[in-house]
């Protein structure tokens, strides 16, 4: 139901726009976030878009990634000033209320962030 792309490698210091499309028609979203998981650790919340566009995010995130949401209910992760310490798999998590009127609350497959040092 949701696709995540646009991890990648990148140096310490750079940048990577993540996004998170759902793959089916929807009705709207309820909020969408985003999670990682480094290796060994737990699955933990960085950033939240709700329906009405207000925001948040953990404190390692603030003032260095950006949650946002197009028109077309792509969701997505603006992260700069990478550390080495944001290496990650990415995850969005969503609920929606999909074409034909059910309620989806799931997660996208997982993007890799690598930034080397």
């Known amino acids: 139901q949701l696709q995540a792309s646009g991890g990648g490698l990148v140096q310490a210091g750079g940048s990577l726009r993540l996004s998170c499309r759902p793959s089916?028609?929807?009705?709207?979203?309820?909020?969408m976030s985003w999670y990682r998981q480094a290796p060994g650790k737990t699955r933990d919340l960085v950033a939240t878009?709700?329906?009405?566009?207000?925001t948040t995010y953990a404190d390692s995130a603030k003032g260095r990634f950006t949650i946002s949401s197009d028109n077309a209910n792509t969701v997505y992760l603006q992260t700069q000033s990478l550390k080495p310490e944001d290496t990650a798999v990415y995850y969005c998590h969503a609920d929606l209320l999909t074409g034909d009127g059910s309620r989806y609350i799931g997660w996208g497959q997982g993007t890799l962030v690598t930034v080397s040092s």
């Open positions: 089916r028609s929807i009705r709207s979203i309820n909020y």
């Open positions: 878009i709700t329906s009405d566009r207000s």
